[in-house]
């Protein structure tokens, strides 16, 4: 088995950059609504690597660091408290990310009291415990917490232990689920058991339903994220597809949170990476040159907005929009041009108040019973 401090496993991908990209996008928004009302803040990185890949990339560490303290807020942020974990096995891995938190920290001379952090040579399963027994003893609750779990490939991340961790109401994931490596050894001997850790559950239950004909990688990805769901108790659960220079998906990315501006800056973040709306990104495009912005097709939001409001009179935009970020693709921005197209065709009634333009607050929209076809 090569070792995880082997210099292969640290070439930086364009899939991990794009990855990293949405983890800085979130992160920029997520520092400061966290900070304006919480006097500590938890960034829990539990894979998290050596610090730098081979061709000068930042990892994720350095990446969540640097979001923190460029942040052109960070000034109003440093009455609170930022503790940053990060957590990696091997220790040759941890070394090196140790030796690069040092340099970054002193290209930031003076270090902020407020911004504490540790590298911590351990596995990620039992340093996760060793937090929750800690709690326990307290008595205490966890910190709001972003959770970046992003391991090489399906073991030492226990279903159980993410539902124990995500079990305070102020915590979110951002989780690396390996389908490519789980669904070609979901099925062979002796992975039975790392299986049933990564899930919650028996391979059996994993699989149950699955037709040969359908696509299993889909299939595991809808258990995984019900079980984000389900298990743990997260309200928003979304997944993005990284495609590998195969063109198959490697693996996805799912973020849960409970809040749904979590929700919506993740959204926003994935978006950037893939502003066609289709929610993959692709080893073979990146690095193309791109003459102009994919235009999202917003027919499928337009059906939706006709059969989920059918009959229903005085909807706001407002209603419309965090529909639109909770139970659909699309983003919030998609909203206002499908009501303007709507109601040009006469398939909608909007009342205007006098005095308001658009679809601003105290404008209400009435749907036909009977959806066009």
Known sequence: MVSDADPT?????????????????????????????????????????????????????????????????FPQMRHREFVF??????????ISLKREIDDFKASHAPWPASVKVSVINDKFDATANTILNHLREQKANLAPTFAFVDPFGYSGLPMD???????????????????????????????????????GMDVREVLSGHSRKADRVEHLRAVYGKQLQDRIGLDHVQSFAMINSTGNIGYYLFHGTRHRK??????????????????????RLAGQDVLFTPEPDLKPLR?????????KRNISAEEMEWHTLLHTPYRETHVRPVLRDLEREGAIKVNRPMGKKQFTKGVTI?????PPS
């Not at 974990?85 to 941890?94: G, K, R, S």
């Not at 109401?169 to 299986?195: L, S």
């Open 161 to 199: 232990l993410l539902a124990d961790l995500l079990s305070y109401p102020r915590t979110e994931v951002f989780v690396n689920f390996m389908v490519g490596h789980v669904q070609r050894f979901i099925e062979r001997d002796g992975q039975e058991a790392a299986m049933r850790s990564l899930f």
């Open 262 to 283: 979590g929700v919506k800056l993740m959204k926003n973040a994935m978006w950037k990476v893939d502003p066609g709306g289709g929610y993959t990104f692709s080893d």
């Open 366 to 370: 009435d749907f036909p019973s009977s």
């Open 303 to 311: 059906r939706e907005f006709l059969l989920h409001y059918a009959g």
């Open 9 to 73: 496993k640290w070439d930086c991908p364009p899939h991990t950059k794009a990855k990293h990209d949405m983890l800085a996008s979130y992160l920029d928004g997520w520092y400061p609504i966290l900070s304006s009302w919480n006097g500590r803040v938890l960034f829990l990185d539990g894979f998290a690597g050596r610090g730098r890949y081979n061709d000068g990339t930042e990892g994720s560490p350095l990446v969540a660091l640097r979001r923190l303290v460029d942040h052109h807020y």
């Open 85 to 94: 974990m990060f957590i990696e096995a091997n220790e040759d891995n941890a």
